[in-house]
T-cell receptor
Framework: DQQVKQNSPSLSVQEGRISILNCDYT??????FLWYKKYPAEGPTFLIS???IKDKNEDGRFTVFLNKSAKHLSLHIVPSQPGDSAVYFC????????????WGLGTSLAVNP | DTGVSQDPRHKITKRGQNVTFRCDPI?????LYWYRQTLGQGPEFLTY????????KSRLLSDRFSAERPKGSFSTLEIQRTEQGDSAMYLC???????????FGSGTRLTVV
């Protein structure tokens, strides 16, 4: 059972435009969500997070929106740059004591010059 | 100490051999996680330490896998009698107990031939 879902395996946008990456979840007990970026042959790099008590968190070109009623979050990148091309993962720590991350399958973003 | 270090970055081994990977977490982080990632998937949880105590092991971790974290500092992950299905990227992450941020290492890419 996939508790964190990223239904778009890939996304292609033009440089300078907005990239919107989506994530849905099923477990209403999640209290925090994180976005990671991953280049091939490297470990995931933390991008931005949001607490479940917030609906928006912004950090530079990256903004994450959370809609708890829809169990949906999205990552907006504005403006998109070619260096943003990577796989983006949505993840949430499970509600137990170990706080292990539950991951989506990722969305591969290609930003075209 | 500015990040999580993993060694080696790449390992090619023959089926049936034993391999050991090392992870040096951020020094003040007392939580340490091992994940495994294969192509097209999000990272899969393998095991979790709080200080030197191994508090959880995934069912993915067969008896050929063992992890240690002596003295609550660095950690090792050993795979005995490697199989081709063990080929993956092995990721280590650390975090502080009350901190929801997780810092990942660059991973160890294992190829079993």
């Amino acid at each position: 059972d996939q508790q964190v879902k990223q239904n778009s395996p890939s996304l292609s946008v033009q440089e300078g435009r907005i990239s919107i990456l989506n994530c849905d979840y099923t477990n209403s007990m999640f209290d925090y969500f994180l976005w990671y970026k991953k280049y091939p042959a490297e470990g995931p790099t933390f991008l931005i997070s949001i607490s479940s008590i917030k609906d928006k968190n912004e950090d530079g070109r990256f903004t994450v929106f959370l809609n708890k009623s829809a169990k949906h979050l999205s990552l907006h990148i504005v403006p998109s740059q070619p260096g943003d091309s990577a796989v983006y993962f949505c993840a949430a720590p499970n509600a137990g004591n170990n706080r292990k991350l539950i991951w989506g399958l990722g969305t591969s973003l290609a930003v075209n010059p | 100490d500015t990040g999580v270090s993993q060694d080696p970055r790449h390992k090619i081994t023959k089926r049936g051999q034993n391999v050991t990977f090392r992870c040096d977490p951020i020094s003040e982080h007392n939580r340490l996680y091992w994940y495994r990632q294969t192509l097209g998937q999000g990272p899969e949880f393998l095991t979790y330490f709080q200080n030197e105590a191994q508090l959880e092991k995934s069912r993915l971790l067969s008896d050929r896998f063992s992890a240690e974290r002596p003295k609550g500092s660095f950690s090792t992950l050993e795979i005995q009698r490697t199989e081709q299905g063990d080929s993956a990227m092995y990721l280590c992450a650390s975090s502080f107990t009350e901190d929801r941020g997780y810092t990942f290492g660059s991973g160890t890419r294992l190829t079993v031939v």
